[in-house]
């Protein structure tokens, strides 16, 4: 029944941070970031995903994606979930653990079955999703869990590109749960028609305290939102059911648009070039060091400071 999966599914409905699968851009070289020391040469093959390390479903995780910008004109340019692999480390304050993150879904039918077979609230967003430890969609109380990444390039690739990455992530950027529903119910407000937008205004939704409205065409406006009668079904004249539905869109959207790893894949740099830390020491990721992975894999580059 809709309703219950609405206190207990759809209201709950978790991790879902998609990303419109990374679009390859060539780009004009940007100015160098800030150098700063890797965290140490990493190897994947030593961790767990995180998937089974946390036990992560849509309820008690969220997803991350990888925003790639290509410089250069060699190839074959290496990839997130193909040749660069992303270790995540985070800490709950329990301890620090380090993960590798894996895809949350690999198609349409995955994703359904992911989102726990609720079809069309939530398009299908494409690949190229992660699944990490977090608060799923709605959490209770703002997360403050840290959250780095590293990435590690196969050696075939470190000759030739070089990686430039952001490695910090805040997946609930809000300072309270006021203000998390406030930003969603704006977000929704933002969403629906430019008509509608004075009438939802009216309506004075919140998620503590909604009373239903006999409003035909706001009523009207959100059921397109939440996908259509096929998705609201009986509920299609309930403000209030259709109103949560649209606020876990909103969250949905915000995960969309915010949970994203951007990082640049440079064959004009000299990938060979060591990275310097504090003290100028040099650091330089060889392959002989990862001799335990077969393939083996090389945490290469340099990585931005994460912004302040």
């Known amino acids: 029944m809709l309703k219950r999966s609405l206190s207990g599914g759809v209201a709950a409905t978790a991790v879902l941070a998609p990303f419109i699968a990374p679009a390859v851009a060539q780009a004009a070289p940007a100015p160098a970031p800030d150098r700063v020391a890797p965290m140490g040469v990493l190897d994947p093959s030593t961790l767990e995903t995180c998937t089974a390390k946390f036990g992560l479903t849509k309820n008690n995780g969220t ?94 690739f470190t000759p ?19 203000a998390m529903n406030i930003a969603a119910i704006a977000k929704v407000r933002a969403m629906l028609p430019e008509s509608i937008r004075a009438s939802w205004d009216s309506a004075a939704y919140s998620r503590s305290g909604c009373s239903n409205l006999d409003d035909p065409e706001l009523l009207a406006a959100l059921v397109d939102l939440d996908g259509g009668t096929d998705v609201t079904g009986s509920f299609s004249t309930d403000f209030c059911v259709l109103a949560d539905m649209a606020f876990n869109i909103a969250l949905f959207r915000f995960q969309v648009e915010g949970n994203i790893v951007p990082y640049v894949i440079n064959s004009d740099a000299a990938a060979a070039v060591p990275v310097t830390g504090a003290a100028s020491a040099p650091i330089l990721a060889l392959a002989s060091t990862l001799a335990g992975l077969g393939a083996g894999l090389v945490l290469v580059g340099r990585r931005r400071r994460p912004a302040v």
């Open 63 to 156: 997803v991350v994606s990888f925003d790639e910008t290509v410089v250069g004109s060699a190839t074959p340019v290496p990839h997130v979930n193909a040749d660069i692999v992303p270790v995540l480390t985070y800490d709950d304050g329990g301890g620090i653990e380090q993960c590798v993150p894996v895809a949350a879904w690999t198609d349409e039918a995955s994703f359904d079955s992911f989102m726990g077979g609720i079809t069309g609230m939530f398009p299908y967003p494409g690949t190229g999703f992660y699944l990490i430890p977090g608060h799923g969609l709605n959490p209770d109380t703002v997360p403050t869990e840290s959250y780095h990444f590293d990435l590690v390039m196969g050696p075939a």
């Open 160 to 178: 030739v590109w070089s990686l430039d990455w952001t490695p910090g992530l805040t997946p609930y950027p809000w300072a309270s749960i006021e």
